[in-house]
């Protein structure tokens, strides 16, 4: 074997390797948490959505009771509950309820930011129209 044709490869050094692994575990150790912060920036952007969208076929229904009926009633938990009565499609899930849980449904609420049971994405008061996730996940009730 001729040592100058070993000395003419070309290739990575083992400082070159340990300086560029160094490099990507900080890229590493910087991203991860900007990962998380994101992943629970979207569950929040959601389930504000959904609650957005609730909320907006809740007051439609009460102001509409109100012009057709003279009487302003907020919506029941099962009108809430059947497509097309006060949603037009299905309940949207809750983000943060497990899919085991039913977290596209909706249980009868006492206190808002109370839990009611196990199951049930959201909770609603019908006596006053209010809304708000069925879990607790924290941060999540101040929607």
Request: glycine share 10%; charged share 15%; no cysteine.
């Amino acid at each position: 074997m001729n040592f100058k044709s070993l000395s003419n490869q070309k290739g990575f050094s083992l400082i070159e390797l340990v300086i560029i692994i160094v490099i990507l575990g900080i890229l590493a150790a910087v991203a991860i948490p900007k990962y998380q912060d994101i992943t629970s920036e979207a569950k929040d952007a959601s389930a504000r959505a959904a609650l957005g969208g609730i909320r907006s076929g809740v007051m439609i229904f009460y102001a509409n009771q109100a012009v057709t009926t003279g009487t302003a009633t907020w919506p029941t938990l099962s009108q809430l509950e059947t497509a097309g009565t006060v949603m037009e499609q299905g309940i949207p899930k809750n983000p943060y309820q497990a899919t085991a849980n039913a977290p596209d449904s909706i249980v009868t609420g006492v206190t808002k930011g109370t839990i009611v049971g196990t199951r049930g994405g959201w909770a609603y008061k019908a006596s006053t129209g209010e809304l708000w996730p069925n879990t607790n996940v924290a941060g999540e009730n101040n929607f």
